[in-house]
């Protein structure tokens, strides 16, 4: 999610200046080519080229997130049954190895600081585990994001082929995009695009 964020402050960012440019080719007196007052006229129709769309809709849309996001929240079940399993197994060991210790239950105390070494060892491998786990669902969300932030620049870029559009916001609950007109939102055909290009 950070990379979508990124990827959104970059978005955003690159519409200010643009309506920044805008505003300031806009004033009477600063362009006196013909082709760029009419630009400006339209400006001040309020027929800005700019669409935005909804990344909370579009990630509970898009079928390929759906599927993706399903995969590794799985994984992330999985990975915690097994630490668990593994964690409850070593406690019981622990246990054990206590209560033999207090009723001096081991033959000697080189074989209590045998067992207690190996607790300890099995202890450093499960939590060596769970790094490695944890590490590999990091790596895997990262690559998800990288996946979708790659395919939906492929499909924005064909879907604008036609240059309609000079900014395309993206949008998470009401964060960047207060108030539009009807028609600016294109979450429903980013959607729609998408999902048809997937197959779905």
């Known amino acids: 999610m950070k990379k979508i964020q990124i990827i959104v402050d970059a978005v955003l960012a690159a519409a ?12 009477p007196g600063c362009c006196k080519k013909s082709a760029e007052v009419g630009s400006v006229a339209e400006v001040k129709e309020g027929n800005l080229p700019i669409a935005y769309l909804n990344v909370d809709s579009l990630l509970q849309g898009y079928v390929f997130a759906q599927e993706a996001q399903e995969k590794l929240m799985s994984k992330q079940e999985d990975a915690r049954l097994k630490l668990n399993t593994k964690a409850r ?3 019981n060991e622990m246990a054990d190895f206590q209560r033999k210790y207090e009723n001096n239950a081991f033959l000697s ?4 600081q045998n067992e207690y070494q190996r607790l300890q060892n099995k202890q450093q491998e499960l ?10 669902i990091l790596l895997e969300n990262q690559n998800l ?3 979708l932030a790659d395919s939906l620049t492929a499909f924005l870029a064909e879907y604008n082929a036609d240059g309609r559009f000079q ?3 993206s949008n998470q609950g009401k964060d960047n995009v207060l108030m539009a007109a009807d028609g ?10 998408m999902n048809a290009r997937c197959g779905k």
């Open 109 to 112: 105390q080189e074989r209590a």
């Open 145 to 147: 994001n990288m996946q």
């Open 89 to 91: 197994t070593l406690q």
């Open 167 to 169: 900014v395309i916001l």
């Open 127 to 136: 939590e060596e585990l769970e790094q490695k786990l944890t590490n590999d």
């Open 16 to 27: 200010v200046v643009a309506l920044f440019v805008l505003y300031f080719v806009a004033k």
């Open 184 to 193: 600016m939102d294109i979450t429903a055909d980013v959607i729609a695009g």
